[in-house]
């Protein structure tokens, strides 16, 4: 299922407004606590738009970055969890094609990933928890491939915008007073044209009662078919970054 982008801006309004009732309807009986990360993606990112593909190293995206911006924000209380987390990636770069009739395709890609959630716990012990969640994942994109090094050919654009739901599970685990790790896989799209799954293995290590570091491991696939041609993205990794909680 795929919620155009015209209706992105009443979608975020309901999920606030539902978020805010939450927010009231529990002030009394438990204490919200917050968490905000900013976090790097060390990602291989594969573009794929119809049967022109394109990839790139992690090492490679750094040198041809223009901007990129990644971040997220979980507010709890008690069972329930309300989260975001964003990411924004603009590269202009060359990268490898398979085959040898081309020696490679020029890419410029410009990336918003916007991916909700309301989680509720469903399991907790001493050392151990585990949440179902329910959501969203908002998908924009303006890419364009242009094949370099071979016979000319016209190169081939993807630009849309969508909301796909998605339903996930994810496992929290205390290896010390210091020491946690996450688990978090998802998956959305539930029709023929639109799919998204994620996996997120991460390791936390408090520095103190407000500053974690957080270390991992992230895989992100998106796919559509855009004016009926079939985009896909991929992205896989390691994670580096910093969480605060109040």
């Known amino acids: ?15 606030g407004a539902l978020a805010a009732s939450a927010t009231v309807a529990n002030a009394q009986d438990s204490r919200w606590t917050y968490a905000a990360s ?3 993606f060390a ?21 041809n970055l223009d901007m990129a911006f990644m971040g997220a924000f979980e507010a709890s209380n008690d069972q329930w969890s309300f989260g975001l987390d964003y990411m924004y990636t603009n590269l202009g770069f060359t990268g490898d094609t398979p085959g040898n009739v081309f020696s490679g395709a020029e890419t410029n890609l410009k990336t918003q990933i916007l991916t909700g959630f ?6 907790e012990n001493q050392n ?6 329910g959501g969203f994942r908002y998908f ?31 496992a929290n685990m205390r290896f010390s007073d210091r ?3 996450t688990a978090f896989l998802d998956y959305g799209g539930f029709d023929g044209d639109s799919e998204t799954w994620q996996v997120l293995l991460s390791a936390d290590y408090a520095l ?6 957080r270390f991992g491991y992230r895989y992100l696939d998106v796919e559509n078919t855009i004016s009926g041609t079939d985009f896909s993205f991929e992205q896989s990794g390691p994670i580096f970054g910093a969480t605060y909680r109040f």
């Open 43 to 63: 990602a291989e990112t594969t573009t794929q738009i119809g049967s022109v593909e394109s990839k790139l190293s992690f090492s490679d995206a750094l040198e």
């Open 179 to 181: 020491w946690s790790g």
């Open 208 to 213: 103190n009662e407000n500053w974690d570091l």
């Open 118 to 123: 309301v989680a509720y716990r469903v399991l």
């Open 140 to 170: 924009d994109t303006e890419t364009e491939l242009n094949l370099v090094g071979g016979p000319p050919v016209p190169s081939v654009t993807a630009s849309e915008d969508w909301i796909d739901p998605i339903i996930g599970v994810r």
């Open 1 to 15: 299922m795929i919620i155009k982008k015209t209706g992105l801006r009443n979608f975020l309004s309901a999920v």
């Open 128 to 133: 151990a928890s585990v949440d179902v969640a």
């Open 38 to 40: 900013i976090y790097l």
